[in-house]
């Protein structure tokens, strides 16, 4: 990772379309990148990640991570818009994918079909954010990493969608530490814990 990298993840990304954010009731965007429905006809719960290297976004994959090695018959899928390199060195980082699945979405298309855009300072660089990085280094151990590519502006969000490809559960980040609770999405697809 270079100083470049870094000052680069701060700069606003290049802007494109977004489109709504699914609502509850409809059908889920579909790409050649994340298919609605799967092919396996599960469940899935789609957890969109800050940049590689955020220390929500890493709390966030851990999470979901700890979930889908409790319940296997639901896919459960983390999309990155950090470049394959950075994500799959990210991976690693923070203890491999287990049983959910990484896309790489460098382009971001697939965070615009799911109406996630770029976020604002407050968003980012609220009080209450930076606090949160602090305690949750402080509680949890999970600081910040190298950023080597993707953007600090990029918004997170999660999804549940049921095996027919309808959207049950969305949950739009309003801040950098707005963290999804999975436990919801997974009630929402009939997997109440």
Same mark, same amino acid.
């Given at each position: 990772?270079?100083?470049?990298?870094?000052?680069?993840? &701060?700069?606003? $990304?290049?802007?494109?379309?977004?489109?709504?954010? $699914?609502?509850?009731?409809?059908?889920?965007?579909? *790409? *050649?990148?994340?298919?609605? $429905?799967?092919?396996?006809?599960?469940?899935?719960?789609?957890?969109?990640?800050?940049?590689?290297?955020?220390?929500?976004?890493?709390? *966030? !994959?851990?999470?979901?991570?700890?979930?889908?090695? #409790?319940?296997?018959?639901?896919? !459960?899928?983390?999309?990155?818009?950090?470049?394959?390199?950075?994500?799959?060195?990210?991976? /690693?980082?923070?203890?491999?994918?287990?049983?959910? #699945?990484? /896309?790489?979405?460098?382009?971001?298309?697939?965070?615009?079909?799911?109406?996630?855009?770029? +976020?604002?300072?407050?968003?980012?660089?609220?009080?209450?954010?930076?606090?949160?990085?602090?305690?949750?280094?402080?509680?949890?151990? /999970? &600081?910040?990493? $190298?950023?080597?590519?993707?953007?600090?502006?990029?918004? +997170?969000?999660? !999804?549940?969608?049921?095996?027919?490809?309808?959207? #049950?559960?969305?949950?739009?980040?309003?801040?950098?530490?707005?963290?999804?609770? !999975?436990?919801?999405?997974?009630?929402?697809?009939?997997?109440? /814990?």
């Amino acid at each position: 990772m270079t100083f470049q990298q870094e000052l680069r993840s &701060w700069m606003s $990304p290049t802007a494109i379309t977004t489109s709504p954010a $699914p609502e509850v009731g409809v059908k889920a965007p579909s *790409s *050649s990148k994340l298919l609605m $429905p799967n092919a396996n006809g599960k469940p899935t719960v789609v957890l969109f990640l800050r940049h590689c290297g955020c220390p929500f976004a890493e709390k *966030s !994959f851990k999470d979901l991570r700890n979930y889908a090695n #409790k319940n296997k018959d639901v896919n !459960f899928v983390a999309v990155s818009h950090s470049d394959l390199e950075a994500t799959e060195k990210w991976v /690693i980082a923070v203890g491999g994918e287990w049983e959910a #699945k990484v /896309i790489v979405d460098s382009d971001r298309e697939t965070y615009a079909q799911w109406g996630l855009g770029v +976020s604002s300072a407050w968003h980012v660089l609220s009080p209450w954010s930076m606090y949160s990085v602090y305690k949750l280094g402080k509680q949890d151990g /999970i &600081w910040n990493k $190298p950023t080597e590519s993707g953007s600090r502006w990029q918004t +997170s969000g999660s !999804f549940a969608v049921d095996g027919n490809g309808v959207v #049950k559960w969305a949950r739009i980040s309003k801040t950098a530490d707005d963290l999804p609770d !999975f436990r919801e999405a997974l009630n929402s697809i009939g997997f109440g /814990i």
